[in-house]
C-alpha cells in the first residue's frame, strides 16, 4: 500500500498539480498500482525474451558443434570405406534405420484403433482454426472457403471459429480476407505487423492461440483444401486421454509433374509410417498441416516455440515428454500444394531436416531422462534420428548396386561388405517393404505400382546432396531463421479434390 506522503509527491507532480479538480487518494493509489504491476509485467517480459534469446544462442552453439562431429564422422567412415576397400561397418550401423524401417511396415499392416463418430445430435466440442498467413493471396481465399464449408454444427450453429493471422503480408491478403469477413461470421482476423511479423509461425500460431475460444486448436496452411465432414470425421480422435491428432496429408496437384507426384508418394509414405506408430505406442508426430491438439496441452507444453524451425514437430516432443499420447488419422485427409521445383523443395526440406536436427540435438538428453516408457523414446528418437542416417543409407545402397555389376561383369566386388549375407539382404531391401505397403494403400495396378516404387526410390536419392546443404546452413547460420513455403496456387485451385477411398 503506498504511503500519505508519497501520494502527496504524486499529486504535488505533473500532470496533477495542473489539475483543478480534486483527486480521489484512494483512486490515484489504485492507477498507480496498476501501473506498477504493468511495469512489473513489461520489465518481467523482457527479462524473460532476454533468457530465451540467451538460451536459443546456446542452443545454435550446440547444434553447431554436434552438427560439426555428425558431418565429421560420416566424412572420416565414407573416406576410410573407399580407402579401405571395407564397408563391413555400414552394414552393422544401417541394422539401426533396417529395424525401424521393418518394424514400421510390419506394424502398419494391423488395422488402427476405431474411433466412435459423432452421432446426430450430439454435443460438439468447439474448436478453434489457425490459419497463419504471409502473402497468401493466391490461395487464401480457396483455403478459409474451404474451412468455413465444414458440416460441424450444433444446433444450427457452427462449432468452430476461423482465426486466420496476417503476418505481415505486402501483398493483397489483408484486403481479401476482408472481403471473405463479410460473408464468413465465423471468421477473425489477427494482423501482425513489422516489427513483430516475419519472427517465426510459432510466434504466429501463440497470437491466434492467446484470442482462441476453443478447447481443440487445429492448425491448416493458407493452401489448404479438405471436405465438408473432416472436421466430424478427426475430432472424435481426440476422445479420452488422447492429446492431439493428424491427419492424413495429400497433394491436391499431384499430376502436374514428375516432382509434385513423387512428394504425394512421400507423403504416402509418411502416412504409413504414422499408422505404424499410431499401432505401436501412440507416438505420432505433428505435421504443420492438418493438425488438431487440445488447447490445455498446448498451454502445459510451453505453447509453440517461435525459435524452432519446425514448431509442430517441436510441439509434438514437448506434449510426448509430458506423457502425452499423439495419433494419427487416416480416414480424412488435408490437401495442400505440392512444390514444382527442386529449387523449391530443396528449401522447404532444408528447412524441415534442420528441425529434425535442432530435435535430435537439444532434447536428446531430455528424452533420455523423460519418465516415459522406454518404447516410447525409442520411437521419439527413430523418428527424430531418421535424417541423420539417410547419407549412410544411400551411400550403402550405391555400394551395393556397383558391387552387383562388377560381380556380374567380374565375379568380384570392388568394395568388400563382410557381414552375414542376411545382414546385408536385410539393409538393402528395407527401403522396400514399408513403400510397398503404403503405395498398396491406394489400390494401384501391378505395372503402375513398379513403376512407382522405381521413380520413389530414385526420386530419394536428392537426401545425399540434401544431408550436405543442410549441414553447411546449419553451421554457418547465425540464427534460427523460418523458411515460408512459397504457394502459387492459381488454375489449380481449381481442381477438386479427389475422392477419399
Not at 360 to 379: D, H, R, V
Not at 441 to 457: C, S
Amino acid at each position: 500500500m503506498l504511503s500519505d506522503e508519497i501520494l502527496e509527491e504524486v499529486l504535488a507532480s505533473s500532470p496533477y498539480n495542473f489539475l483543478i479538480k480534486d483527486i480521489d487518494k484512494e483512486e490515484l493509489a489504485r492507477t498507480i498500482a496498476v501501473a506498477l504491476k504493468k511495469h512489473q509485467q513489461n520489465t518481467l517480459d523482457i527479462i524473460t525474451a532476454k533468457n530465451k534469446v540467451k538460451e536459443k544462442n546456446e542452443e545454435l552453439i550446440i547444434e553447431k558443434s554436434n552438427t560439426s562431429l555428425l558431418l565429421g564422422a560420416c566424412i572420416v567412415l565414407i573416406i576410410t570405406a573407399l580407402l579401405t576397400k571395407n564397408a563391413t561397418w555400414l552394414q552393422w550401423v544401417l541394422l539401426i534405420p533396417t529395424a525401424a524401417m521393418l518394424t514400421n511396415g510390419i506394424a502398419s499392416i494391423k488395422k488402427q484403433t476405431e474411433v466412435e463418430a459423432f452421432k446426430d445430435g450430439d454435443e460438439l466440442p468447439f474448436i478453434s482454426i489457425l490459419i497463419p498467413a504471409h502473402n497468401e493471396e493466391y490461395t487464401i481465399k480457396s483455403t478459409v472457403d474451404s474451412v468455413a464449408k465444414c458440416d460441424y454444427h450444433y444446433n444450427g450453429e457452427p462449432q468452430f471459429e476461423i482465426i486466420v493471422i496476417n503476418d505481415g503480408s505486402t501483398d493483397s491478403t489483408g484486403d481479401i480476407l476482408k472481403s471473405i469477413k463479410e460473408y464468413t461470421p465465423n471468421l477473425k482476423i489477427i494482423t501482425r505487423h513489422p516489427p513483430r511479423s516475419g519472427k517465426g509461425k510459432g510466434f504466429v500460431l501463440n497470437d491466434g492461440l492467446a484470442l482462441s475460444k476453443g478447447e481443440i486448436i487445429g492448425v491448416f496452411d493458407a493452401d489448404t483444401q479438405i471436405k465438408p465432414d473432416y472436421l466430424k470425421t478427426i475430432i472424435p480422435y481426440l476422445e479420452g486421454d488422447i492429446d492431439g491428432v493428424q491427419s492424413r496429408v495429400k497433394m491436391f496437384n499431384k499430376d502436374q509433374n514428375y516432382l509434385t507426384y513423387m512428394q504425394h508418394l512421400e507423403f504416402s509414405s509418411f502416412a504409413n509410417t504414422l499408422i505404424a506408430k499410431d499401432n505401436l505406442r501412440r507416438t505420432g508426430f505433428l505435421g504443420g498441416n492438418g493438425q488438431f491438439v487440445k488447447k490445455q496441452s498446448i498451454i502445459d507444453s510451453g505453447k509453440w516455440d517461435g525459435f524452432a524451425v519446425t514448431e509442430d514437430l517441436n510441439l509434438a516432443i514437448k506434449i510426448m515428454l509430458n506423457g502425452g499420447k499423439i495419433r494419427f488419422c487416416d480416414d480424412c485427409s488435408v490437401y495442400q500444394e505440392a512444390i514444382a521445383d527442386w529449387k523449391s523443395l530443396f528449401r522447404q526440406r532444408i528447412r524441415w531436416a534442420m528441425g529434425n536436427f535442432e530435435s535430435l540435438f537439444i532434447y536428446f538428453p531430455e528424452i533420455l531422462k523423460a519418465k516415459i516408457p522406454l518404447s516410447k523414446k525409442l520411437g521419439i528418437i527413430e523418428h527424430i534420428s531418421f535424417y541423420s542416417f539417410n547419407l549412410l543409407i544411400f551411400f550403402g545402397f550405391i555400394i551395393t548396386i556397383i558391387n552387383i555389376l562388377s560381380w556380374l561383369t567380374f565375379q568380384s566386388t570392388v568394395i568388400r561388405m563382410d557381414a552375414p549375407f542376411i545382414v546385408g539382404i536385410l539393409s538393402f531391401i528395407s527401403f522396400f517393404p514399408a513403400t510397398t505397403i503404403a503405395f498398396l494403400r491406394e489400390k494401384p495396378g501391378i505395372i503402375k505400382l513398379i513403376k512407382d516404387i522405381i521413380k520413389y526410390y530414385l526420386y530419394s536419392y536428392h537426401l545425399i546432396p540434401l544431408f550436405f546443404m543442410t549441414m553447411a546452413t546449419m553451421i554457418t547460420r547465425k540464427e534460427r531463421k523460418w523458411a515460408k513455403t512459397e504457394h502459387v496456387g492459381g488454375e489449380k485451385e481449381a481442381i477438386a479434390i479427389e475422392d477419399e477411398k
